[in-house]
């Protein structure tokens, strides 16, 4: 196991029970799981599928206890999986926390998604409290553009004196934003980047200045840099070594990492041909 902590933000390469270990329990404030979904993706060197459905699951329920445990007595966590498995989470977790909303993070995508059925452009969300009456919820923070007073202006008359719809809102529960794609500025080589903004809305909204939020999935730790971003401390566990050192550079600015660099790649786009020159438009590379 290696520990890195600068100014609030700890980094742990480890494996998510032993990480978990090292996390006093009743401390943190949020936590935000998006582990593997058991579905076949390569992470590195690590498969994400496991030999029966069952496994897969035991093995959840393992760390969703142990992550609650985590928890204080007025925590909330957002916990992801993929569509055939969260109707399991969402049974096992309701006996344990109050579930407040169940989101759908909605994407558009340009490529095709299947051809014999209707393929998926979304993953869901759990929102869950430990206390229904007790939880930190800022719907300021987090308002977005009413379209029916913003943009159309339209009056509602059923009112004792007629008054234009709102122009702001907080947002319902589906929620759009795009996949991290490859020509984007905070894309890792990753098979499951989450995006910035949609861990920017879940932070503000369920989480103050200070507060420690745990992350036991980094991945490349969008939640440790969100939270760093926006002044809050944060604990990220994560196994991968390749990954790791994509935290430690994202988050704790580290530019060597036992003796090598932790460089962002080039992509290819950004590679120099032999004449010196940037190689934008020798070759057309889509990547979805």
């Known amino acids: 196991m290696k520990i890195y902590e600068q100014n609030g933000q700890k ?34 060197t690590t498969k994400d599928k496991w030999k029966t459905a069952e496994s897969y699951l035991d093995w959840s329920y393992e760390w969703i206890d142990a992550c609650i445990r985590k928890l204080k007595s007025n925590g909330i966590m957002y916990i992801m999986t993929s569509t055939q498995f969260m109707p399991y989470f969402d049974i096992y977790i309701r006996q344990r926390m109050s579930i407040l909303s169940r989101i759908i993070w909605y994407y558009d995508s340009s490529g095709v998604q299947a051809k014999k059925y209707f393929g998926s452009l979304y993953e869901p969300i759990l929102f869950c409290v430990k206390n229904k009456y007790d939880y930190c919820f800022n719907a300021k923070e987090i308002l977005v553009e009413a379209k029916t007073g913003a943009k159309r202006r339209l009056i509602d008359y059923r009112k004792s004196i007629p008054t234009q719809y709102n122009s702001t809102k907080i947002p319902g529960n589906v929620w759009e934003f795009p996949r991290v794609r490859y020509r984007m500025d905070e894309y890792e080589t990753h098979p499951s980047q989450k995006p910035i903004n949609l861990l920017r809305r879940i932070i503000k909204a369920s989480s103050n200045k200070g507060d420690l939020i745990l992350d036991p999935f980094s991945g490349t730790f969008t939640t440790s840099y969100v939270c760093k971003e926006l002044e809050r401390r944060s604990i990220g566990i994560e196994i991968d070594d390749g990954y790791f050192t994509i935290g430690l550079r994202r988050v704790l600015n580290m530019q060597e990492y036992e003796g090598k660099s932790t460089r962002k790649e ?14 934008l438009f020798e070759k057309k590379v889509h990547y979805d």
């Open 266 to 279: 080039l992509k290819v786009y950004e590679t120099v041909n032999a004449n010196g020159q940037m190689r």
């Open 11 to 44: 980094l742990i390469n480890a494996d998510v029970f032993d990480g978990l270990k090292t996390v006093e329990e009743g401390s943190v404030d949020l936590i935000f799981i998006d582990p593997p979904y058991n579905i076949g993706k390569d992470f590195n």
